[in-house]
């Protein structure tokens, strides 16, 4: 291909401008990008009215069906904007059940991230840590003795990054799957309550 004979020309060369070139274009957060871009599609595919009546119109069993799934959704961060507008395009005939299943459908993305200890955000948020406010937060917890309340963050924390939408659990089961002495099943027992709560109050206040 033209372009390729081009680009192995300007790299041997002239391989400190190939380089200063490649540093001045490398993009390092494609995957937050796209995250933002999912949150995008995923706002114009159900403000289609279309999208949103064909929902509306399954029955009660394929209801709670696309409940599940779209718990299932709610939990990655790149199908969690999906997972919402599937939830607010379910008619609300009993939020109660529809967050049940919601929650179900969230414990069983979460206990996957758990188990498998492989997060597609890992490299980023590296990149993120040698942000100077992470840093500076970072050695103030590595600094404190008390061991408990380093585990009370780190918990407060985790329980936060599962509970706020759109916000990737990747990063919030990852610090959970961090501390050793969590069980998978204090892991799911959290997972469903805050999942659950928050699927909850999305549908019955938005």
């Given amino acids: 291909m033209p372009h390729k004979k081009i680009h192995a020309a300007i790299k041997k060369h002239a391989p400190k401008a190939f380089q200063s070139s490649k540093e001045k274009f490398h993009f390092k957060y494609p995957k937050i990008c796209l995250l933002a871009l999912s949150i995008v599609f995923a706002y114009a595919l159900f403000s289609n009215g279309e999208v949103s009546s064909f929902v509306s119109k399954l029955g009660s069993l394929n209801i709670y069906l696309c409940a599940?799934?779209?718990?299932?959704?709610?939990?990655?961060?790149?199908?969690?904007?999906?997972?919402?507008?599937?939830?607010?395009?379910?008619?609300?005939?009993?939020?109660?059940l529809i967050a049940f299943i919601g929650g179900i459908g969230s414990v069983i993305s979460?206990?996957?991230?758990?188990?498998?200890?492989k997060?597609?955000?890992?490299?980023?948020?590296?990149?993120?840590?040698?942000?100077?406010?992470?840093?500076?937060?970072?050695?103030?917890?590595?600094?404190?003795?008390?061991?408990?309340?380093?585990?009370y963050?780190?918990?407060?924390?985790?329980?936060f990054l599962l509970a706020v939408p759109l916000l990737p659990d990747e990063i919030g089961v990852t610090m959970l799957a961090g501390l050793t002495t969590i069980k998978p099943s204090f892991m799911v027992t959290i997972s469903f309550i805050i999942h659950t709560l928050m699927i909850f109050s999305l549908l019955y206040f938005l």
């Fill in 68 to 96: 599940l799934i779209a718990g299932i959704l709610f939990s990655f961060g790149f199908t969690s904007a999906f997972g919402i507008g599937l939830f607010f395009a379910l008619p609300p005939s009993n939020l109660f």
């Fill in 110 to 117: 979460d206990l996957v991230l758990f188990k498998t200890i």
């Fill in 119 to 151: 997060f597609s955000f890992k490299d980023e948020f590296d990149e993120l840590k040698k942000n100077s406010i992470i840093s500076k937060i970072n050695l103030i917890v590595k600094n404190n003795k008390h061991v408990l309340l380093r585990h």
């Fill in 153 to 159: 963050l780190l918990y407060a924390l985790a329980g």
